[in-house]
């Protein structure tokens, strides 16, 4: 067993460490084996020599981290832990801000892999953001959107999502068609609130600057000169993802984005993104960005939340193969 001491500099180390030691309590748990010991502005660690290169290595990171963006969340030490946590540093495209949204917030991209979306949207026409929810495919897209509109490279935003009930019935909501609605499209109200003021945002919806339709309103349309977002691509059939995709005008970007844990479609109906990320994978000009649960910026409950669901999904997956082996032998 050897020691080790890291000194910290330039950073106030209860900002770095966080409430209680917080993020240095989350960073030692990639690192079990070691003893980290932290006095004012010193790290003292004891324990193999590969294994505390490795925790200076990574720790660096989350020193550069805090540098570069002046804070550091639990969701930012889970990519930097990864093999490709280097690359949320040395990546330059995307994490720069976005858009400035209310009260001058600066909306960024916030992990690697919505950096590598912002890239994707960058230097293609089309692209899919495909991952489990809160890891920021929707805001994301539409904060692209809002700064694609503010800086002139396109005269509207169409943003649209698939008019299917996810176990409740739209039907018995009060009002007329768009009250209807409107509950069901929120999300894509609260990323443009986020980012353009009350009154601005009131006036561009009324002009048709920004309009949130359901995908049936896209039919016979050609949307040109704009920046498209269809969200919960995968409530889409396949007959209604090609009719989307074949709205394409001339000047216009398209983002897909969706989640395949969570289709809400008929059984044995095939996903209209599935089909989509099949049939196009070899497609030129096309991009397509899978999100993860190491994206996940919601409450940190939210990704333990993801991972259980997946635990049992996969858990019951395997008992119904087992079943049908069973019943199949005998």
Request: hydrophobic share 40%.
């Amino acid at each position: 067993m050897h020691e080790k001491t890291i000194e910290i500099s330039g950073i106030n180390p209860v900002e770095l460490f966080g409430v209680n030691n917080a993020n240095l309590k989350h960073i030692k748990s990639f690192f079990p084996k070691l003893k980290v010991v932290a006095r004012g502005n010193l790290i003292t660690i004891v324990g193999d020599d590969e294994m505390m290169d490795e925790f200076e290595r990574k720790f660096e990171l989350v020193v550069q981290h805090f540098h570069k963006f002046n804070t550091v969340s639990e969701n930012n030490i889970d990519n930097l832990m990864l093999d490709e946590g280097q690359k949320m540093i040395s990546i330059d495209d995307g994490s720069e801000t976005i858009v400035h949204g209310n009260q001058g917030v600066k909306i960024k991209a916030r992990t690697l892999n919505q950096k590598k979306l912002v890239q994707a949207v960058n230097t293609n026409d089309m692209v899919f953001a495909v991952g489990p929810a809160g890891t920021g495919k929707t805001y994301t897209a539409v904060a692209l959107a809002v700064r694609a509109l503010k800086s002139k490279e396109v005269k509207r935003i169409v943003l649209t999502r698939p008019a299917v009930e996810a176990g409740e019935n739209l039907g018995f909501l009060p009002g007329d068609l768009k009250e209807k609605l409107d509950p069901y499209l929120m999300p894509l109200y609260d990323a443009l609130r986020d980012m353009i003021p009350p009154e601005k945002l009131a006036d561009m919806l009324e002009f048709g600057i920004i309009e949130i339709a359901p995908l049936a309103f896209m039919r016979g349309r050609t949307l040109d000169k704009a920046f498209v977002i269809l969200d919960e691509a995968q409530n889409t059939t396949s007959m209604q993802m090609k009719m989307f995709l074949t709205r394409m005008g001339m000047t216009a970007k398209f983002v897909i984005t969706g989640d395949m844990s969570q289709v809400d479609l008929p059984q044995r109906q095939r996903s209209g993104l599935s089909y989509a990320l099949d049939v196009l994978k070899d497609v030129d000009g096309i991009g397509v960005v899978r999100l993860a649960q190491s994206d996940i910026i919601r409450h940190n409950l939210v990704k333990r939340i993801v991972d259980a669901f997946d635990h049992a999904e996969a858990k019951e997956k395997i008992e119904k193969a087992e079943k049908e082996s069973a019943s199949k032998e005998k």
